[in-house]
């Protein structure tokens, strides 16, 4: 056996010994989720903080970025998209009602988007087997950006806190099945 193939049994073999972290961290999980769908305002609150605290990262580090930049205008590029991304994660904590519902119409957009273009390659792809499914993939994911379209501004109060909701429940799942096959491989 090569000295990889032996760090990768001793990784596997440590993973198996962590099986209940896994399920513990999935049953945390469910908590949240059901926390979160017992208020999805709150939840979507939280879910443009944490977009916010992403966008002043990024923003941040692209105006340190652009200072390491040779040329002035590669450094003003740099800067103002950074000085916008900052701004923009600074607005989410002042205003985030209002950027709650910038997020839900950008996420309708993006959904409508990505739906028409899977749609558009299973359509490319019709004669190859499997084709249909991402032509009906597409389809439920422009359905969901269309729904959601349809009924913004008002929905932005709780669409972000209901994906985060959905989210940290299949997570808590997934976890709790991994950690549970892990016990099962002992």
């Given amino acids: 056996m090569t000295l990889q193939g032996d760090s990768l049994k001793k990784a596997i073999g440590e993973t198996r010994d962590k099986w209940g972290w896994f399920i513990a961290l ?26 916010g605290w992403l966008m002043l990262f990024a923003g941040a580090i692209e105006i340190v970025h652009s200072f390491g930049v040779k040329t002035w205008g590669r450094f003003f590029y740099w800067f103002l998209s950074g000085l916008l991304y ?19 119409f950008l996420l309708a ?13 299973g359509y490319q792809h019709w004669s190859e087997k499997g084709s249909g499914w991402i032509v009906t993939a597409g389809v439920v994911t422009a359905l969901a950006g269309l729904v959601i379209a349809m009924h913004w501004p008002v929905n932005s109060l709780w669409v972000l806190g209901l994906f985060l909701a959905i989210d940290l429940v299949f997570q808590g799942w997934t976890f709790i099945a991994f950690g549970l096959a892990l016990k099962k491989a002992i």
């Fill in 109 to 121: 957009v993006a959904l409508i988007a990505a739906g028409l273009l899977r749609v558009w390659v």
């Fill in 26 to 51: 999935g049953v945390l999980l469910l908590i949240f989720g059901g926390i979160a769908f017992g208020n999805l305002f709150i939840a979507t609150v939280a879910s443009v903080y944490m977009i």
């Fill in 86 to 104: 900052a701004v923009a994660g600074f607005f989410a904590f002042y205003n985030p009602l209002l950027a709650s519902t910038v997020f839900t």
